[in-house]
Each structure stands twice: as C-alpha cells, then as structure tokens.
C-alpha cells in the first residue's frame, strides 16, 4: 500500500488555538508501583494526542490513591504530560475534603493550566445538590491560587432545560460547563442515535457569558456492577459523536473523552490495569478478550481534526498510514435470555441492536481500488468502498460464530491488504455473564 504524510507525526501536532485540547477521562485506581502502568499510560495519550488525563478521584486518603496520584504526576513531568482533578462529587459531596489534595498539586509542572491567565484547571463529577454560592466560596478558600473551573453540573436545576437561566445563576461561580450526559442517547429501550441538539443549547448559553464548554465524547455505557445492570448505546455512537462535534467547528472548547479507564462502565479505550479491576468488573472488562485499544487509531484522527478545525471528512490517519479502523460488536445476539445470569438482560436492553459496527478514517489517496468487507459467521453482509475521511456503518446481520472484516484489491485479484478478526465469537446465548460490553477489533 501506498504511504504518504498527510498528517504529521502525533508528537507534532499543532493546535489552532490553545483551547483546542482534547482529555481523557482517567478513574483514578490501584497501580502497582513495581510496574510501569502510569509511565505506560501517560505516553498511550500521549502519543494518541490526548492533552491530559481529568483524574476522577473520589478518595484522597488511601494508600492507593495517593500512590497512584503520585506516579501519575511523576509520569506527567517526565514525559512532557499534563494532568487535572476532576472531584468526584458521587464519592464524597463536599468540596472541601478535596481541598488538601488540590493545593498539593495545583502549582506542579504537570497540571494543566487554561485560559488566557493560564489557571489551573478543575472538573467535578455532578454536582450532587451544590449550589452557586458554595462553589464561589470553595474557590475563593485558595487565596492566590485561581482555578479555571469547568465542572459537570448537568445534574442541577435548568441546566439543560433553561441555561440562559443557568448561566445568570451560575456565571460567577464557573469558567466553563462539562455535559457528561449528552455522550449517549438517553436511556431507552428501543434504538436510538446520540443528538448534540442540547450541547448547541447550553454552548451558546456558555458562550454568550464568555464561558468556555467541554463536550463528552464516549463509546458505549455498560455496568454490571454494585447491583447495578444498564446499557446504553453503543452501535455507533462514538463515530456519530466525532461528526457532530466536527461539525461544530471552533465552537467546543474543549473535548473530554469518556473514558481512558472505566472497566465499571465498559467505555474504556486504554489498557485495563488488572490491579485496579474488581473481579465481578473482570467478568466483562478486561484485556484479553474485550480489549478496546483498537479504537486508538480513530481517536488520533479525530484528535488530530478537533485541533485543526477540520470536519469529518477531514480526518486521516496517522503519518505513514493509508487507512486506519476499527470493528465492534456484542458477543450475544439481542433475543439472548441471559438466563445463566442472575440479574438477567440490563435495562436498555432494547437498544442493542444485532450488528456488526466499524469505523475506517482513509488518506485522500489510493483508494479507487480498495473495498471494505465485513464477514459475521462465514457470511459477508456488507461490501464498501470507502472515502478519504472518516467512514462507518453498523451493519445488521450479526449471526453467531466469528466476525471478520478485510480491506481487499479489487485490481489485484481481491488480493487482502489488511485484515482483522474479533476475539470472542458471537453465541445465541449467554454463558454466565450476560455481557453487553464489546468485542474490538482493529485493522492490521
């Protein structure tokens, strides 16, 4: 195949604009300091693009999480990273108990700083029934350190339903808004496709109040987990998800990625730290059979068009890379019974669809020939030609047994140029778990 460098090295990549910056979602958990997993970490975002790790902590006292905390930010500063607090409200609803970890490391050379004064950034998770004045209060304990303050507030009166009204209430308290729920259609049983209809609401409430907004972008939601056993799609939110945030062009600030780490949640698109994990989450997050790296490449290629104001179709692939992708699917049909599974089928269920899912971002260059294939259980059920840009489909048709997709050359005898299989084949029913994660695979 053909190589060209349509887009520079990952390293190299120059933003438009400082605010330009995308994150990652990072759940702060064990890490064996015998091990290289935060070093390991830190360069992965790195080298996809990512700005910086929002570090969700909800526990500032243990062991672990101040071990963990301590190698992440030593990560940070020795490879040129950065890193930022998001307070897990969810965890412990006052601020305060953040307060000491939050002036330990404001002032560090790797915690990422934003605006035009260049402050310390901070996110929440929720609000949990905080109010404006609270916060004011809490910001204003940390005498000359001045944090700019972009938390996830979707949770409080009128934010989605009226936030001109939200932001005359709340302007003095924030820099910035985060919408973690607009990452995933609503919870619902029947199909549905994410919508930024409400981000464009609250941005240009933000906007009008010179506040900067953050948009979530996620993959899946799936838990079975705490008594806890939910679904959301999925399909193919994220490449929607990457559109439509594309097609805002400069007007998102910022872009928080959902998640780096969350096994609870199956949104995860690092590596899972096993030590981190419990082993009711092992069940259906882990690293050998629903790893999720596959999706890196096409993250980098969002990133890399995030940064540069370009839509969709303006996505390409990494430097000597004529196409990148991936493939996805749930390894149970959708009229499973998950009757070996005490808490049965998630709610949400009915949103799952029986489909083969995958995204491809194609150079500009090279691709009269090429066609994309997609095989589920000995089967092809879809054929495509691909486009220079970001290209996806779901593709209904999933039938047990292994699912396959390969890029061939129409001109060389449907010679196969690249190929990937998933790991777990697709069975008409569940066996234990009924799991709703998904298998990733990626083109090699």
Not at 52 to 76: E, H, P, R
Not at 89 to 109: E, N, R, T, W
Not at 133 to 143: D, H, R
Not at 368 to 379: A, D, P, V, Y
């Amino acid at each position: 195949m053909r190589k060209g460098a349509f887009v520079p090295a990952v390293a190299a990549l120059v933003h438009l604009a400082a605010a330009r910056d995308v994150f990652a979602h990072y759940m702060v958990q064990t890490l064996w300091a015998d091990t290289n997993h935060a070093v390991q970490d830190v360069i992965d975002a790195k080298n996809m693009g990512i700005a910086a790790f929002a570090l969700n902590i909800g526990n500032v006292t243990a062991d672990w999480a101040t071990d963990a905390t301590s190698q992440l930010f030593k990560a940070a500063k020795d490879n040129q990273f950065k890193l930022f607090f998001s307070l897990d409200l969810a965890q412990h609803k006052d601020a305060y108990y953040y307060s000491d970890l939050l002036k330990q490391y404001a002032g560090h050379d790797a915690y990422y700083r934003a605006g035009p004064d260049q402050r310390p950034f901070l996110s929440t998770f929720s609000a949990q029934g905080t109010d404006a004045n609270y916060w004011a209060s809490f910001l204003g304990s940390f005498g000359q350190t001045n944090f700019y303050f972009v938390p996830n507030f979707d949770d409080t009166p009128n934010y989605f339903d009226n936030p001109r009204t939200w932001m005359n209430d709340w302007g003095k308290a924030v820099d910035g808004v985060f919408s973690w729920e607009t990452a995933w259609p609503r919870n619902s049983n029947t199909p549905s496709n994410v919508s930024s209809v409400q981000d464009e609401n609250v941005l240009k409430a933000a906007h009008a109040k010179k506040k900067a907004y953050m948009m979530p972008l996620s993959t899946l939601q799936y838990k079975h987990w705490t008594g806890q056993h939910w679904y959301r799609p999925g399909e193919v939110n994220m490449p929607q998800r990457m559109t439509e945030i594309l097609d805002m062009g400069d007007r998102a600030d910022y872009v928080e990625i959902i998640t780096w780490n969350d096994g609870g949640e199956s949104h995860y698109i690092g590596t899972l730290r096993m030590e981190g994990i419990f082993d009711t989450m092992y069940e259906y997050a882990n690293n050998d059979n629903y790893s999720h790296v596959a999706w890196q490449p096409v993250f980098t290629s969002f990133i890399y068009a995030f940064n540069n104001g370009l839509k969709a179709s303006g996505m390409r692939p990494p430097i000597d890379k004529q196409l990148v992708g991936s493939m996805w699917y749930r390894a149970i049909k959708r009229g499973a019974s998950c009757r070996s599974d005490p808490e049965g089928r998630p709610s949400g269920s009915g949103a799952a669809q029986d489909a083969v899912n995958w995204a491809v971002v194609a150079a500009d260059y090279g691709l009269e020939n090429l066609r994309l294939q997609i095989w589920s259980g000995g089967q092809l059920i879809r054929k495509v030609a691909l486009q220079p840009g970001l290209n996806y489909g779901s593709e209904p048709g999933l039938a047990t047994g292994p699912q396959y997709f390969e890029v061939i050359d129409t001109a060389n005898n449907n010679k196969i140029l690249m190929k990937g299989q998933g790991s777990v084949d697709v069975k008409a029913e569940s066996i234990g778990y009924c799991n709703y994660n998904y298998v990733v695979a990626g083109l090699n």
